[in-house]
């Protein structure tokens, strides 16, 4: 009995600890089934059972949309790190520090350029993971450039937000970045670029009042929660129930707002059905020959005869 005890239990228990990984599965948070890690990344984060989508990062995106998963990094512009010095229970510095702890470097907004069906494309997506995916000015200097950037190689413009809204840590400043990234949307319709945008999980806030609902298309994922105050709110401020999906991508494409909702897997194929339709429009056919006209006195010359 001591054998087994001394020997081959903490054997077994070293095993068991070191060799089996604590986030094998993840629960479905719509249907509660349990999905393989491995299975729920190559169906690229989406329910098998039930359609769900998962919120996935912008490295994620730009591998899922661009040509063969190629593409290069844009560098985003550097803002002042805590320019009004906020602090609520904690600091803004901490708070951005154990969001980068978290989330990686950077923002939340990430810019890449490549192509896509062979067209050149800038895209500018946000990460939820890194402060809720909030808006500050770091994403308004972000999206600025990436309109600079689309404008400078003659690239189309998609963005992908997924945000709660403006960053409260930065006070107005936030808020100024709304007529900012309108007009970085405007300066790419001016150069006669197309400006699309792909509304995910979650686009609210002062996200949706800005530069997410001005694309030229605009495409939801499916069940994105799209809107600019949370259902709640509106609920206790008008004091009714609210129709049922409100603020769901799909309630939007009946009333809409949403051009198409497209499942994340077909998302390529349709920027690049898109992109062939807006980079290169149906070219005019030749005009037909005109009908000839009948010549009357040669008519009446013959009927007099």
Known sequence: MSWLTNFVLPKIRAFTRKDVPDNLWKKCPACEQ??????????????????HHFRI?????????????????IEVPRV?????????????TERLREAHAA?????????????????????????????????????GEALVAASRR???????????????????????????????????????????LPYIVILSDPTTGGVS????????????????????????VIEETIREKLPERFQRAEYLLEHGMVDQVVPRGELRDRLARLLS?????????PALPAPETPDHGALAAEGDD
């Open 209 to 232: 009042a800005s530069f997410a609902m001005l694309g030229d298309i605009t495409l939801a994922e499916p069940g994105a929660v799209i809107g600019f105050a949370g259902a709640r």
């Open 103 to 139: 989330a990686g470097p950077g923002d939340s907004v990430a810019l890449a350029e490549g192509r896509i069906a062979g067209m050149p494309v800038v895209i500018a997506a946000f990460d939820f993971s890194f402060m809720g995916g909030s808006m500050g000015m770091a994403a």
């Open 57 to 73: 990062g912008s490295a994620v995106r730009f591998k899922m949309l661009f040509d063969g998963e190629a593409f290069d990094p």
């Open 80 to 92: 002042p790190a805590d320019p009004l010095r906020f602090r609520d229970r904690k600091r803004y």
């Open 277 to 285: 339709l807006l980079r290169e429009p149906v070219r005019a056919q």
């Open 150 to 192: 689309a404008v400078e190689h003659e690239a189309a413009l998609i963005v992908v937000p997924a945000s709660g809204g403006a960053r409260m840590q930065e006070g107005i400043l936030s808020l100024m970045q709304m007529p900012r990234t309108i007009l970085a949307a405007d300066m790419v319709k001016e150069a006669g």
């Open 34 to 51: 349990m999905l393989f890690h491995r299975e729920l990344e190559m169906n690229l984060e989406v329910c098998r059972h039930c359609g």
